[in-house]
Each structure stands twice: as structure tokens, then as C-alpha cells.
């Protein structure tokens, strides 16, 4: 499992396949082809520090509370393209932490901006006073 340059070693993933939901007829009952992948970002001994804390400030509803990062893949028909599926999602996952966001830079509004804004909501205003000023008989 690799992304970008961190390479996860096969026994930090956990892998169980389980039967799939929604629709495919008889063999959805039958085959455990949907894969839920398990990573413990927390306790990984190959993330670096700096990854690990970005990976684990994330808002990312697939996180539990441990730290474990859980993904299921049950998109494709096989096991094995599920497997595939997950993976890359990991992937993708791990990558998204290797870069440290930009940090956000204060702006504030010109002051053009502000007086096409202001001017707006007088217009605004004044069709509104116009209609309730009318009578409708």
C-alpha cells in the first residue's frame, strides 16, 4: 500500500469482507464481495508525526474515535475490485495528509466592494418599502 512516499506495510491493514447491501439479485445473499478496510492511524508506526496529527485532526466521519480509520468498499461485483476500491481510497486518504495546508491569509473587503454591497441592500430596501407602500385594491 503505498501513497506517494510512505509505504504501509500489509499486517498494519486489517481486511474483512462482508456481504454487500442493495440490489444483485440471489448472489448478494450468498458472497461476501463489500471489503471494510481498517487502518489505526494513531498507532501506525509508519506515519511520520507530522502526517499522523494532520490525519487525525480531520473531521473524516469514516475515523472512529480510537483512531481507526474504517473504509468500506462495496462499489464492484468482485472482491477483488472492492479490495482494489479500498485500497486506493487509503491511499488517497494518507496522501491528502502528506501536504501541510496553506495557511489562510486575513483579507478584507475593499471598499468598492462594501459600497456595491451597501448600495444593494438600499435598492433592495426600496423595492420592498415600494410594495408595502402600495395598495392593492
Do not use: Y
Not at 22 to 46: C, I, M, W, Y
Amino acid at each position: 500500500m503505498t501513497a506517494q512516499s510512505i509505504t504501509i506495510p500489509e499486517q498494519e491493514l486489517v481486511e474483512r469482507f462482508v456481504r454487500s447491501t442493495g440490489p444483485g439479485g440471489q448472489n448478494v445473499n450468498k458472497v461476501a464481495t463489500a471489503v471494510e478496510l481498517r487502518f489505526d492511524v494513531a498507532q501506525s508506526p509508519t506515519l511520520p508525526e507530522a502526517v499522523r496529527a494532520r490525519l487525525l485532526a480531520k473531521r473524516d466521519r469514516r475515523m472512529t474515535g480510537e483512531g481507526v480509520l474504517v473504509i468500506s468498499a462495496q462499489r464492484f461485483r468482485t472482491q477483488e475490485r472492492n479490495r482494489e476500491d479500498a485500497r486506493e481510497r487509503l491511499a488517497a486518504f494518507v496522501d491528502s495528509g502528506l501536504r501541510a495546508p496553506k495557511p489562510r491569509i486575513a483579507t478584507k473587503p475593499s471598499r468598492a466592494a462594501k459600497e456595491r454591497r451597501l448600495g444593494a441592500k438600499r435598492e433592495r430596501s426600496a423595492t420592498k418599502r415600494e410594495r408595502s407602500q402600495r395598495s392593492w385594491d
